[in-house]
Nanobody, 124 residues
């Protein structure tokens, strides 16, 4: 069983930056691909970014490409999402997710474990 806890959300002005963190416990973090997703009220949870277990492969949604960066520190069992040039439309609850294999994917249904989410609000 993998437990995930997100942190780092908050209120930021448009154009600003935030860094989200997701601390994992249980399981073998260094063997698992990780992802970030986000959700707004009334909408489905959508893919944001993913990273393979060793960090060699990363994937991004077109809407965040060039602005967000996913990274991980396997020694700290933590995955990060650096968000720059934030826009109003980035406002959402951001969720960290873990697979149980090393290969990253953009498909929400292939993630086995989820955190509780952290709110990011971008004001203009």
């Amino acid at each position: 069983q993998v437990q995930l806890e997100e942190s780092g959300g908050g209120l930021v002005q448009a154009g600003g930056s935030l860094r989200l963190s997701c601390a994992a416990s249980g399981g073998t973090f260094s063997m698992y691909a990780m992802g970030w997703f986000r959700q707004t009220p009334g909408k489905e949870r959508e893919f944001v970014a993913a990273i393979s277990s060793a960090g060699g492969s990363t994937y991004y949604a077109d809407s965040v490409k060039g602005r967000f960066t996913i990274s991980r520190d396997n020694a700290k069992n933590t995955v990060y999402l650096q968000m720059n040039s934030l826009k109003d439309e980035d406002t959402a609850v951001y969720y960290c997710a873990s697979r149980t294999i090393s290969i990253a994917t953009t498909e929400r249904g292939r993630y086995a474990y989820w955190g509780q989410g952290t709110q990011v609000t971008v004001s203009s």
